[in-house]
């Protein structure tokens, strides 16, 4: 019997099925993965006999506490991790190093056919160069992202992980143009849509019906009382994530946005803020987060659940935020977005391209007369091609045949 809902090792021992490997570590990655075991799933609950896979899941522990982990793997049905390397936070170099060395030791150990890795994180980045040097194959889901933008540690693992990717699994037309400029050989790519998507589809209904009362009860930050009920029953709010550091670690960048948030966009409709323990700590250094909790419209919450967050965005007025997950969403969901950030990897999400989002940064004069040309924006979803919900299908029978 071969199992995906877990190891089973005396399968993977016999060689009979192909090994596949894959790989999370922080956030962004469990909607990519979720997925892609569920395909695994049904693909060996359509087998005859003995299913063509057995299924191996690591997670480095980047990110651990239960809300930017285990919360996840709850909401989105992700088996426990088979390994679980516990290399928590640090420098880069501390993340990268210590997860190098701890997978290396599973990868000597089990020895799969495939490593599969997703998005950009420095989990992807190192465990695509282990796998590598310990000769295993290796398949990148989300390929061809670029930035340019090399400041950002994000580009360096998407390159990284992209030179030495085997299959290169991209979600739209613009990825493969950036793959093949960098002469990645054609065999090697496979467009095969956005994988967060099949997420996205099969916790939408699940979203709407959610009672977002509840939800601002059990996720209040700190002693905050707030909820806004009316606003946000309402949809009068602006939904905001913050956490990379071009924001929320220059002091003043984040004192500016904060500000902007607290006297402009808090005057007009209530803010519901979900805070990365990352943006938390600095906002704390800075004593913004007293002055915040001290605005009325001002609903901070702790880092939201997968269904919950998806709940915050379908109903929001706008959304302003730097995280790239959130700009696919908004873009699939039609929400008018800000997105704070200098680049990006997603053009596809842009105005420009259909998308609903708009490039602002972080310099306040375009941020506010961004905010005001979207606030009053209807929905517009757009759906770039395959991103459909079935992408992790389209992967799994590449990997396959
Ligand atoms: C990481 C990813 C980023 C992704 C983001 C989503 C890299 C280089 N960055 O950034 O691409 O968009 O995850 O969240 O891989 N912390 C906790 N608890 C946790 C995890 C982190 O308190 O469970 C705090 C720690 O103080 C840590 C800080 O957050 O030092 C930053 O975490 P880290 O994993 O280094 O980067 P993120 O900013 O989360």
Known sequence: MVCVEGFNGEAWLRGCAVRILSVVGARPNFMKIAPFVKALKRCNAAAAQEGP??????????????????????????????????????????????TMIAFERVIQEYRPDWVVVVGDVNATCACSITAKKEHIKLAHIEAGLR??????????????????????????????????????PEGRIHCVGNIMIDTLSEHLGQAKVLDMRKVLEVNRHGESRKTCTHEIASGNY??????????????????????????????????????????????????LLGEMNRIQKMVL????????????????????????????????????????????????????????????GNDIIKVRETFHRKKGESRRPFSPPLWDGKTADRIVRVMLQ
């Not at 580009?155 to 030495?164: H, S």
């Not at 670690?249 to 990352?278: G, N, Q, Y």
Request: with cysteine; charged share 25%.
């Open 53 to 98: 896979v057995n299924h191996f899941l690591v997670h480095t522990g980047q990110h651990y506490d239960r809300e930017m982990s285990a919360a996840f793997f709850d909401d989105l049905g992700i088996p426990r991790p088979d390994s679980d390397l516990g290399v928590g936070s640090g420098t880069h170099a501390e993340q990268v190093g210590l």
């Open 147 to 184: 930035s340019l933008d090399l400041d950002m540690p994000e580009e360096i693992n998407r390159m990284v992980t992209d030179r030495l990717s085997d299959l290169l699994f991209t979600p739209d037309s613009l990825a493969d143009g950036n793959l093949r400029r960098e002469g990645v």
């Open 238 to 287: 602006a939904a905001v994530t913050l956490h990379r550091p071009t924001n929320v670690d220059d002091a003043e960048a984040l004192s500016r946005l904060a500000k902007f948030l607290m006297d402009e966009v808090a005057a007009e409709m209530a803010v519901v803020w979900p805070i990365h323990p990352r943006t938390e700590k600095r906002l704390e250094d800075l004593g």
């Open 301 to 360: 919450l702790k880092p939201l659940g997968y269904v919950e967050m998806l709940n915050l965005n379908l109903n929001a007025r706008i959304m302003l935020t730097d995280s790239g997950g959130l700009q696919e969403e908004c873009c699939v969901l039609g929400t008018p977005c800000l997105t704070l950030r200098a680049n990006t990897e997603r053009p596809v999400t842009l105005e420009e391209f259909g998308g609903t989002c708009a490039l602002v």
